[in-house]
């Protein structure tokens, strides 16, 4: 789904690697410079350099609906406070159905859809009165109706309560499910490798190791949350164990 061959875009330099459908890769700049560039990259599909692929076709400038960039603390960046609930669900729907702001039946038939899912209220409440919880389950759904390829989550646990935590590993183990590719770009690690399937670390902007989920537990003692990943999932080796570990907690 995603592809990077020997980007290079301010401080990322030469950097390739593959994401496939329905895999969670975790990128730590070890460094915190890169990431920022990396992210200039998405957002302006121009590298200084190489290539950025998304499904096998060179990401566009601008509005790509291929992918989805959710910001850290998602609930105050990505949602519009003077819009609807329905307006902020179907917001990224327009490639798929250019009809969608005129349809009432549709937007009739995404509320019966999902109203098991999210409840039948918060239709009808504005975004201010909506709690943590709903207003995540709103952004994430947004991205279910917006079916990109891969999906890039900004330091996601960052401040993140830990009830909360749990949750955004369930609504991202949702998107897996779809086969969207799920990219966690983070400077720690803290709950970021709870659905990993590989973490890949940069140092001065290049790649310079690579772990997959079999590996994880060579990781350097100092990795500040391997202690209690180790106790808490001692035998666990897949990320559907993992998954079904936080759902039923």
């Known amino acids: 789904m995603l592809e990077l061959r020997a980007l290079c875009c301010g401080n990322l330099r030469d950097m390739n690697l593959q994401v496939n459908a329905g895999e969670c890769m975790v990128i730590q700049d070890m460094d915190d410079c890169a990431l920022s560039d990396f992210l200039a990259v998405l957002q302006s599909g121009q590298p200084e350099s190489g290539q950025l692929l998304v499904g096998g076709k060179p990401l566009g400038s601008g509005l790509d609906r291929s992918i989805a960039i959710v910001q850290e603390r998602p609930m105050e960046t990505m949602l519009f406070y003077s819009m609807s609930y329905m307006d902020n669900l179907c917001f990224n729907m327009d490639h798929r159905f250019p009809r969608i702001w005129l349809s009432k039946g549709m937007r009739r038939s995404i509320r019966e ?137």
Request: positive net charge.
């Open 113 to 249: 859809e999902y109203a098991p899912v999210l409840g039948t209220d918060v239709f009808d409440k504005r975004i201010d009165e909506l709690s943590n919880r709903q207003k995540y389950d709103l952004v994430f759904t947004r991205l279910l109706l917006q079916r990109p390829k891969v999906a890039f989550f900004i330091h996601p646990f960052k401040k993140a309560e830990v009830s909360i935590r749990s949750h955004l590993c369930e609504l991202m183990g949702r998107l897996l499910e779809k086969d969207i590719a799920v990219v966690i770009l983070a400077v720690n690690l803290a709950d970021s490798l709870a659905l990993a399937d590989r973490l890949v670390r940069l140092r001065q902007g290049s790649v310079y190791e690579t772990y997959r989920r079999e590996n994880f537990a060579k990781l350097p003692v100092n990795t500040p949350w391997l202690y209690p990943y180790q106790e808490k999932y001692p035998n666990t080796e897949r990320k559907a164990d993992i998954y079904e570990t936080f759902r039923n907690q």
